[in-house]
């Protein structure tokens, strides 16, 4: 969460564009890169970008035990939930892999605080009520961190960043266009202050 200020969220139907993709992030200066296991090319998707140096590749949307132990197999280096279950969550913490799991609302927190986890996923960001949620959610649980994903623009992005629990945003913007598009879009993701 900390390695830049926006995690691409990556949703890939073909592995052949992976490491393309990839490369082209990672010039523009985003070097943390969410791939989503929405696809059947997600798990090759995973292994073509972790030849391209200076990526740091991690899956998303893990929903159970046998995603996460597919997506470490696959080389993955964090794990991204859109929720927080103990069941999910069990396998993960004893493995030591870096985990992000979703939030919405306190009792979600509660649940991580006892796992003894302290950052999270504020997903669906836009859809369960922005910023203004976020800020009354924070203000209880002050030890918590924060990466706002679902809704967050290039335009937006700035006034997440500027509240200080939140430590980057998610982001499926960076991954349109032609690759000089992506790298454009990389950059100035890649300027942004927190």
């Given amino acids: 969460m900390t390695a830049g200020p926006v995690i691409p969220v990556l949703v890939i139907d073909d592995a052949a564009t992976a490491r393309p993709l990839a490369e082209a992030l990672v010039r523009g200066g985003i070097r943390t890169l969410e791939v989503t296991l929405r696809t059947p090319a997600a798990l090759d998707a995973i292994r073509e970008m972790k030849k391209v140096d200076g990526a740091i590749v991690g899956a998303g949307t893990v929903v159970n035990p046998g995603q996460f132990q597919d997506a470490v197999d696959a080389g993955a280096e964090f794990i991204v ?27 979600d ?86």
């Avoid at 859109?82 to 985990?99: C, D, N, W």
């Avoid at 859809?127 to 679902?150: H, I, V």
Wanted: charged share 15%; proline share 8%; with cysteine.
């Fill in 81 to 107: 939930s859109p929720g927080l279950t103990e069941k999910l969550a069990a396998p993960i913490l004893e493995s030591g892999v870096p985990f992000l799991p979703g939030i919405a609302n306190a009792g």
């Fill in 109 to 194: 927190i509660m649940r991580g605080l006892d796992l003894g986890l302290t950052h999270f996923k504020f997903f669906p960001a836009e859809a369960s009520g922005g910023l203004k949620a976020l800020k009354a959610l924070a203000a209880p649980f002050y030890q918590a961190r924060f990466c706002p994903t679902g809704g967050i623009t290039l335009a937006s992005a700035p006034e997440w960043l500027a509240f200080d629990p939140v430590l980057c945003v998610g982001g499926s913007w960076l991954a349109t266009g032609t690759m000089a598009e992506v790298e454009a879009k990389a950059r100035a993701a890649a300027e942004l202050k927190r």
